[in-house]
């Protein structure tokens, strides 16, 4: 399918004088470069197969969280499969679509212009509240924290090292939540040990990782 339909894997074949049966095992890939973010980046188009129709094809874009953000290309149907994984997931722990959430990620929902708080921001239809990892400085840390105190939500989500801070920001002051999460969902980078061991004891909760990446 790539070499016939993808013009960079087409051109790439010609010029190493491969055939597609010519990669038959595992050990056959090594006849060809890893393909990285930069050609990427440097192909465009050509990385698309030229049998998909592009009125199929939606733009996206990487959070960015290893440098600078990849955008990419994908298929109309994919983000609603990668939701429905997600809600799966999430249901293996009691937590149904509609319950209310807390999450931690990259999006600028508060302009970076504005550094005090409040750095979150609500989204009422998804019964979210959005806080800026952005934002998470240590002059913001009590007012976030205050927030949590107040809030009673099903769950957290989002980046297991902006968790972290939050997490130990609680251990560090012995604060405990008077509602603590049913369970915090990670995502986008590794859960270590020892950021699930601390956020499980701040917030008196289990951790439950997933796979996320805007590569899906």
Request: proline share 7%.
């Amino acid at each position: 399918h790539a070499v016939s339909t993808v013009p960079y894997y087409r051109q790439l074949f010609a010029e190493r004088r491969l055939r597609a049966d010519d990669i038959q095992t595992v050990a056959d890939l090594a006849k060809l470069p890893i393909l990285d973010k930069a050609t990427i980046r440097q192909q465009g188009d050509n990385m698309l197969s030229r049998r998909w129709p592009k009125r199929r094809l939606r733009a996206n874009h990487t959070g960015g969280t290893t440098g600078t953000s990849l955008h990419i290309m994908a298929d109309r149907d994919t983000q609603p499969w990668q939701w429905a994984v997600w809600w799966r997931h999430h249901e293996r722990f009691g937590v149904e679509v509609h319950a209310p959430f807390i999450v931690f990620a990259g999006r600028n929902v508060v302009p970076l212009r504005c550094m005090n708080p409040p750095v979150w921001r609500r989204n009422l239809p998804m019964h979210q509240t959005y806080i800026s990892v952005h934002h998470l400085t240590v002059q913001n840390m009590p007012a976030v924290a205050d927030y949590l105190m107040r809030r009673k939500v099903t769950y957290y989500s989002g980046y297991p090292s902006a968790i972290y801070l939050v997490a130990c920001y609680f251990l560090d002051r012995g604060m405990s939540l008077p509602h603590p999460p049913q369970v915090v969902f990670t995502g986008a980078e590794t859960l270590l040990p020892h950021q699930r061991e601390v956020i499980n004891r701040a917030f008196s909760t289990r951790c439950a990782d997933q796979y996320g990446a805007t590569e899906q």
